[in-house]
């Protein structure tokens, strides 16, 4: 299933030349721990950040969580 989370999700992890595990050691060092796993699970579209992770996701990425899910500011 592809999403604009996805799309955004990996389009902006690219621009890092970010991995799953970039990802994951970011968002420990911003105090919600999450698996490698989950992070290319977001990737693959099968799932998606908790609500509350979410602006941990965005801010990780320098942007908001509007960007990540398409949604017009």
């Not at 989370?5 to 420990?28: C, D, G, I, V, Y």
């Not at 490698?36 to 977001?42: D, I, L, Q, S, T």
């Not at 602006?55 to 960007?67: E, I, K, S, Y």
Request: charge should be negative; hydrophobic fraction near 45%.
């Amino acid at each position: 299933m592809d999403t604009t989370f996805q799309t955004e999700f990996n389009r902006r992890m690219a621009e890092k030349n970010w991995t799953p595990a970039h990802m994951s050691a970011a968002l420990t060092d911003r105090g919600y721990p999450v698996t490698v796993f989950a992070v290319m699970r977001w990737a693959a579209g099968e799932t998606m950040p908790r609500s509350e992770i979410l602006p941990f996701v965005a801010d990780a990425l320098g942007c908001t969580p509007n960007d990540l899910l398409g949604v017009a500011a």
